[in-house]
Nanobody, 116 residues
Framework: QVQLVESGGGLVQPGGSLRLSCIVS????????MGWYRQAPGKQRELVAY????????NYADPVKGRFTFSTNNAKNTLYLQMDNLKPEDTAVYYC?????????WGQGTQVTVSS
């Protein structure tokens, strides 16, 4: 099994920054991809960024390219999502995600609200 626990959400003004963290525990060596998704009120959950654990580049959704940075700290089994120049349309619940033995594993989600 794999467990994901996010933290770091909150309220920020437009143009501000937040950093989300996700601690990964369990059978991490069986994870094939890791990333972040978000779900705004009344909308479907959408991909924000992901990376394959076998290597390769990080992939970003078009709305966040150039503003969000996805990184990992393997020593701490932690994923990060640095979000800069935030916009009101970034308001959503953000979920950490892992693909584990062909199944989707989700964290509990953390609320990000961008508002003046």
């Amino acid at each position: 099994q794999v467990q994901l626990v996010e933290s770091g959400g909150g309220l920020v003004q437009p143009g501000g920054s937040l950093r989300l963290s996700c601690i990964v525990s369990g059978s991490i060596f069986s994870i094939s991809t890791m990333g972040w998704y978000r779900q705004a009120p009344g909308k479907q959950r959408e991909l924000v960024a992901y990376i394959a654990t076998t290597g390769g580049r990080t992939n970003y959704a078009d709305p966040v390219k150039g503003r969000f940075t996805f990184s990992t700290n393997n020593a701490k089994n932690t994923l990060y999502l640095q979000m800069d120049n935030l916009k009101p349309e970034d308001t959503a619940v953000y979920y950490c995600h892992a693909r584990f033995l062909g199944r989707d594993v989700w964290g509990q989600g953390t609320q990000v609200t961008v508002s003046s």
